[in-house]
């Protein structure tokens, strides 16, 4: 049974800085390209970002380059997004994704239950 559970989220002021962690299990995570995605009260789940499987390609939504960065560590299973001089309008359920043959563009097969991130003064 393949598992993505996600972590770090919180409340944060603006301009402040989070790391979010997804751990997955029940698949071969070194070969699995993985992805972040989140969504904001009455908007739809939209891309934030993906890296490949070796973590050598990365992709991010606009509203989000030069802010948050994808790392991965494969030897844990886990991936991470890190998230800097976040906005109010960064407010959303973050979820961990993962999908077998594309990171750009994803389309998961699998998610996590999401985090809730939430930026306000």
């Known amino acids: 049974q393949v598992q993505l559970v996600e972590s770090g989220g919180g409340l944060v002021q603006p301009g402040g800085s989070l790391r979010l962690s997804c751990v997955a299990s029940?698949?071969?995570?070194?070969?699995?390209?993985m992805g972040w995605f989140r969504q904001a009260p009455g908007k739809e789940r939209e891309f934030v970002s993906s890296?490949?499987?070796?973590?050598?390609?990365?992709y991010y939504a606009d509203f989000v380059k030069g802010r948050f960065t994808i790392p991965r560590d494969n030897d844990i299973n886990t991936v991470y997004l890190q998230m800097n001089n976040l906005e109010p309008e960064d407010t959303a359920v973050y979820y961990c994704?993962?999908?077998?043959?594309?990171?750009?563009?994803?389309?998961?097969?699998?998610w996590g239950q999401g985090t809730q991130v939430t930026v306000s003064s």
């Open positions: 994704a993962a999908n077998k043959t594309n990171a750009r563009g994803m389309q998961p097969t699998y």
């Open positions: 029940g698949l071969p995570f070194s070969r699995w390209h």
């Open positions: 890296l490949t499987w070796t973590g050598a390609m990365t």
